[in-house]
Nanobody, 120 residues
Framework: QVQLVESGGGLVQAGGSLRLSCAASGSILSINDMGWYRQAPGKQRELVASISSGGTTNYADSVKGRFTISRDNTKNTVYLQMNSLKPEDTAVYYC??????????????WGRGTQVSVSS
């Protein structure tokens, strides 16, 4: 079994910063792409940022220049540094990882989500 556990959410004022972490554990052979998604009330879940195993990154236009995704392959962990936060960044943030498990199956896994709230 594989688990993704997020941490680092919270309440912050506009212009502030937060750093999210997501650690993968369990029967992992390797991790391909990792990413962060978010879902605001009444809206669809959307991609915020992703990073390949080789370090290639991709960002939603709305967060470019403000958010930075990174990963530590030795710890099976992905991070999201969020700066210059805006009220519209308020959402539940979910970690996602495409993982090859010990049973030689590649599956997308999701964390349970962490709330990020930005006050104006």
């Amino acid at each position: 079994q594989v688990q993704l556990v997020e941490s680092g959410g919270g309440l912050v004022q506009a212009g502030g910063s937060l750093r999210l972490s997501c650690a993968a554990s369990g029967s992992i052979l390797s991790i391909n792409d990792m990413g962060w998604y978010r879902q605001a009330p009444g809206k669809q879940r959307e991609l915020v940022a992703s990073i390949s195993s080789g370090g290639t990154t991709n960002y939603a236009d709305s967060v470019k220049g403000r958010f930075t995704i990174s990963r530590d392959n030795t710890k099976n962990t992905v991070y999201l540094q969020m700066n210059s936060l805006k009220p519209e960044d308020t959402a539940v943030y979910y970690c996602n990882a495409r993982i090859l498990t010990m049973v030689k199956r590649t599956t997308d896994y999701w964390g349970r989500g962490t709330q990020v709230s930005v006050s104006s």
